[in-house]
């Protein structure tokens, strides 16, 4: 499942068209968490129509909360024999899906994707390797970066633990 943000002038200007984001879920999380509520906290479609009513966002957008749970708690938004073709999933069909469903603005220039910890590695990835797809990226604490590297062979723990030989 996927949830869809639509602008406030969605239903009352039926041929305009709007650029989209892709945000990304970290691990563990499902694309209804972005909508929970908490102390402080206002479910973030209702912080979206906040910011573009007080001028914080230029202008109007969709958002699409994609979705990278699975069985093993997060997909990592990758091609995997383990875990399915998520990459594929999202960058293709997913986009593919929305510029048909809804009144977007099909090109990499008015295309976005961003994403939490799971979701900002995913974003990072994304905007690497699909410049085709999505013309600005934005990573909120990725996860996974420079992640072999820190267990390398100058790692305190790799030096004080007798026996290992790699990561």
């Known amino acids: 499942p996927v949830l869809v943000y639509l602008p406030p002038s969605y239903a009352a200007e039926p041929t305009r068209r709007f650029p989209v984001v892709y945000l990304l879920h970290g691990l563990g999380m499902k694309p209804a968490d972005w909508e929970r509520s908490g102390p402080g906290r206002p479910p973030l479609s209702t912080a979206i129509t906040s910011a573009l ?6 202008a109007e957008l ?27 999933a999202l960058v293709q069909d997913l986009v593919a899906w929305v510029d048909a469903r809804y ?52 790692n305190p723990t790799m030096v004080a633990v007798p026996g290992i030989s790699s990561y």
Do not use: C
């Open 103 to 154: 009144r977007t603005l099909p090109q990499a220039a008015s295309r976005g994707v961003t994403g939490l910890s799971m979701g900002g590695f995913g974003a990072l990835r994304f905007g690497f390797l699909h410049p085709d797809s999505f013309g600005a990226v934005y990573a909120l604490s990725p996860a996974f970066i420079g992640f072999a590297a820190e267990f390398g062979p100058e």
């Open 62 to 88: 969709i958002v699409v909360y994609a979705n990278g749970a699975n069985a093993h708690v997060g997909s990592l938004y990758m091609n995997s024999s383990l875990a399915g073709r998520w990459e594929d």
């Open 53 to 58: 009513r007080a001028g914080k966002i230029p």
